[in-house]
């Protein structure tokens, strides 16, 4: 068996492990939503000009979202 000095050091060893693990996770998923708020603004200065539909399909079911979006400004017709 290991000194109980050694099991703790193995138990903080990999209780750092993890940690470093989810601090890379976070800020994966932190890069990720700032592409995808960048993705979102771009989006909404166009809707403001006109109509937008998405259709965004679901990683884990296959499904397919349409998302309609418009803006509260009328848009003039030609005259």
Do not use: F, Y
Not at 19 to 24: E, F, R, S
Not at 34 to 59: A, F, H, Q, Y
Request: aromatic residues 0%.
């Amino acid at each position: 068996m290991l000194p109980q000095d050694k099991v703790s050091q193995v138990k903080q060893s990999e209780h750092d492990l993890n940690v470093k693990k989810l601090a890379k996770q976070l800020e994966m998923l932190d890069e990720r939503l700032d592409n995808m708020d960048s993705v979102v603004m771009s989006l909404v200065e166009r809707v403001m000009g006109r109509p937008l539909i998405m259709e965004i399909t679901c990683p884990k079911c296959g499904e397919v979202v349409q998302i309609s979006v418009t803006s509260g400004v009328r848009l003039r017709g030609r005259e």
